[in-house]
C-alpha cells in the first residue's frame, strides 16, 4: 500500500466547551477522491481550517507528505502543496478568464507579476493556461472578462486558478453549492474526470449527495465533531447510523 498523502491522528478543536472536532482520523491515498460530509454543525469547517492552516488544532496531528503540518500558517501549507478553493475570492474580474489563468500561473513560475509580462506572452504560460481551460470546459469563454461569467463558470474558474499552482492535494469547498442543478452535473463531470485523471488528489466537502456520491472514492461522515462512519459511497449510503443522523437533522428541523 502506498503512503498516504495526508494522515491525520485524533485532531480535536475546541472552542470554550464546544468539541467542533473531536478526536479525527482520516487518511488520504493519492490520487484518491475523498468527500468530508456531515449534518450542519458536524465540524467539516473546522475540520478544513485546521488542515489549512486557518485554525490551529487543540491536539492531534497532521501530516502531509510524511512531514508534519500540524499548526503551520495557510501560506507555508499552501507553499508546500495544499491549495483550497474559496467561492470565487480569489478572481480578478477586470480581467480575461485566460489573464486570470496567466496571472496564477506567472505567480507560480516565479516571475515578475507585471502587465509587461503578460503582454510579452510567454508560450509556456499560454499554452499551459489554454490547457487548463480546456479541462474546465472554459476555453470557449477564454477571452470572456471573468466578470461576465455565469456563477457556475466563475467557480470552474476559481478551480483553474487553484490548479494553477500544481497543488499536491486540493480541498474543494462545496463545489456546487449555489449552482442550478444543470450546472452541478457539469461541474460534478468535469471534477470527476479531473479525479479519474490520476493528476490530482482531492478532499471534498459538499452537502449535494448526488455531487458525493458521483464524485467520492471514499466518505468520512462527521457528526457532532466525531467521526461516525468511513467508507466507499455503495457502504455510506447503506449505513443505518448515517441515515439515523441526517433523518435525526430533518426531524430537528421539522419540530422547529
Ligand atoms: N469560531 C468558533 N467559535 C465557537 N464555536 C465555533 C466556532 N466555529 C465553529 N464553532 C462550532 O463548532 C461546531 C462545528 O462547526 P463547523 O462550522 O465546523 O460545522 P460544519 O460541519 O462546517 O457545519 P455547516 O455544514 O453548517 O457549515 C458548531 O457547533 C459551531 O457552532
Do not use: C, W
Not at 480546456?134 to 466578470?147: C, H, M, S, T, V
Amino acid at each position: 500500500m502506498t503512503e498516504p498523502i495526508l494522515s491525520i491522528r485524533d485532531l480535536t478543536k475546541t472552542f470554550g466547551g464546544v468539541h467542533a472536532v473531536d478526536g479525527v482520523s482520516l487518511d488520504v491515498q493519492p490520487q484518491e477522491t475523498v468527500a468530508l460530509i456531515g449534518p450542519n454543525g458536524a465540524g467539516k469547517t473546522t475540520f478544513y481550517n485546521m488542515i489549512s492552516g486557518r485554525m490551529t488544532p487543540t491536539s492531534g496531528s497532521i501530516h502531509f507528505e510524511g512531514d508534519e503540518i500540524t499548526g503551520l500558517p495557510p501560506h507555508r501549507i499552501s507553499r508546500l502543496g495544499i491549495s483550497r478553493s474559496f467561492q470565487i475570492t480569489n478572481i480578478f474580474q477586470e480581467l480575461s478568464v485566460r489573464q486570470n489563468v496567466e496571472v496564477a500561473l506567472t505567480a507560480f513560475h516565479g516571475k515578475a507579476l507585471s502587465m509587461l509580462r503578460l503582454a510579452s506572452r510567454d508560450r509556456e504560460i499560454i499554452d499551459e493556461a489554454y490547457s487548463l481551460l480546456e479541462r474546465l470546459g472554459l476555453e470557449a469563454l477564454a477571452e470572456q472578462r471573468a466578470g461576465v461569467l455565469s456563477y457556475g463558470d466563475k467557480r470552474l474558474l476559481e478551480i483553474a486558478i487553484v490548479l494553477a499552482t500544481r497543488p499536491h492535494l486540493v480541498l474543494l469547498d462545496e463545489p456546487t453549492a449555489g449552482m442550478t442543478p444543470e450546472e452541478t452535473r457539469h461541474v460534478t463531470h468535469l471534477i470527476r474526470k479531473l479525479a479519474d485523471s490520476g493528476d490530482y488528489t482531492f478532499l471534498v466537502t459538499e452537502h449535494d449527495m448526488s455531487v458525493v456520491f458521483g464524485l467520492a472514492d471514499r466518505i468520512l461522515v462527521m457528526h457532532r465533531g466525531q467521526r461516525l462512519a468511513e467508507g466507499t459511497p455503495e457502504e455510506i449510503r447503506n449505513d443505518p447510523e448515517v441515515k439515523r443522523a441526517y433523518l435525526g437533522e430533518e426531524e430537528e428541523e421539522a419540530a422547529s
